[in-house]
């Protein structure tokens, strides 16, 4: 697992784009950590993304309609 | 303990009748509280037909049926809880909106879509919605009140929005508008109402067969020029796309724009809360869209093979209705749900948009629309005040889309 220069563990980001219906959620609630490409689906800009941002991450990840967003650590 | 929708009630007392009243505009149907507690996953018979459905009342719930492959949106099968009358052999011939599709086709549908409602797409929408709503409020103020907000705001503005997407030539606008809004008038003989539904199904017809030939910048000709390599859809299927963009998108906007105004002038303080700070705006609008949750019974479903949910087996061919109404109104998720709070944590949690693959497409444009509405009603027209007694409103209470028929206002 990677560390922050004072190893606090970060949390990793992972989508499964097949499931992602492009609704956009997550592009809407934390759009530093998340995107939608030319097809709309989504795409993560930072795959471990600061602690401060971790409130944003969590909430997309719960309101994903179809459940595409994994947060890890 | 199992049960299915046609075993013998335990009680034999007859199933209660769906849909149920609100008590008031701002909250749910009295009985879901006790049925959510009680009788989470229960039945009921449809007024339209007496045909059984089961209604599912918690928001865990209403999560887990929308997000489960094994529910089918498909209107044809047996079992579909309609809640209005289509007669059989109209039933054979409805072409399938994607809104009614399941997978496969309903994701090679979407997909050619969701492009046009990315975050940033609909960002970039944002001047010209607001240019849309800056001039119906001068036409409103120029008017002088008091005047009905629902005729001068909240059924244009969405109107135009969706002829800006789907690339109604400019100088059609006024008639577009004219036959939409005739679509959602309660008042119209029934000849007046399918002269204006034919009327603009002939123009929609008309509009992808010029958008074939001269395309534009626009949803309809971009989704014909996928369509040429992807082949998902002929002429017939994407007439019907372009006719649920307005069935998805006029109504349900518009509705919102004079329910949510509606709240606001009835709790002045949170209302003198976001004149004061319209950062607030965009939490306060998703706690509007919950508390109103006006498409309660929209996300309709008939369990394709047998799922549990809670303690209930729903059998494959039976019909569903999460009430996103009474998920919204789940005290375990929203407590004190009741109360309008403009302030509250949870309120994204909210279900009002659906859940799951069919979840609104236009959810992201719609709250854009609420904002720049609201946001421009509180900034330019800082006086505004009901004309008219709240007991005196009429509210729809037996359409499917929850709304208030007239809303008169002055400043
Ligand atoms: C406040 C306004 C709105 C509300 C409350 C609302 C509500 C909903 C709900 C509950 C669903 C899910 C239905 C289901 O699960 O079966 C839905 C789907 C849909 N909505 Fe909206 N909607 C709104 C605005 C819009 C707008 C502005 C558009 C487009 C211009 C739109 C287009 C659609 C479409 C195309 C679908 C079908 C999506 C699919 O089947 O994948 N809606 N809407
Ligand atoms: S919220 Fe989920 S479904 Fe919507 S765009 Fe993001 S990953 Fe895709």
Known sequence: MTADPIGV????????????????????????????????????????????????????????????????? | MTQSADAAPETGSPLPQFPMRRTCPFSEPGEYAGMRADNPVSRAALKVNGKPTWLVTRH????????????????????????????????????????????????????????????????????????????????????????????????????????????????????????????????????????????????????????????GDDLISRFLEKNRTEQVADHVDVVTMARLMLVGGHETTANMIALGVLALLRHPEQMAELQADPALLPNAIEELLRVFSISDSGTARVAAEDIEVGDVTIRAGEGILALNNAANHDESVFPDAGTLDIHRKEARSHLAFGYGIHQCIGANLARVELEAVYGT???????????????????KDDAMVYGVYELPVTW
């Open chain 1, 9 to 73: 563990p970060l949390m990793r980001v992972t989508t499964e784009r097949d499931r992602c219906v492009g609704s956009g959620q997550c592009a809407m609630l934390s759009p530093e950590v998340f995107d939608q490409d030319d097809e709309g689906l989504v795409t993560v800009l930072q795959e471990e993304p600061a602690d401060e941002l971790r409130e944003g991450v969590l909430q997309a990840a719960d309101l994903c309609p179809s459940r595409s967003i994994r947060v890890h650590g």
């Open chain 2, 377 to 395: 009603l509180l900034r330019r027209v800082p006086g505004l005040r009901l004309a008219a007694e709240p007991d005196e409103l009429r509210f």
């Open chain 2, 60 to 215: 865990e719930h209403v999560r887990q049926v929308l997000g489960d492959g094994r529910v089918s949106s498909n209107l044809k099968m047996p079992g579909y809880p309609h809640q209005f009358h289509i007669p059989e052999e109209m039933l054979a011939q409805v072409r399938l909106m994607m809104l009614n599709m399941d997978p496969p086709e309903h994701s090679a549908q979407r997909r050619m879509l969701i492009p046009e409602f990315t975050a940033r797409r609909v960002k970039e929408m944002r001047p010209r919605i607001q240019e849309i709503v800056d001039e119906r409020i001068d036409a409103m103020l120029a008017a002088g009140g008091p005047v009905d907000l629902v005729t001068a705001l909240a059924l244009p503005v969405p109107s135009l929005v969706i002829c800006e997407l789907l690339g109604v030539p400019y100088e059609d606008h006024p008639q577009f508008e004219e036959w939409s809004a005739a679509m959602m008038n309660h008042d119209l003989s029934p000849a007046e109402y399918g002269a204006a539904v034919q009327a603009l199904d002939m123009y929609l017809d008309k509009l992808v067969t010029l958008k074939e030939t001269e395309p």
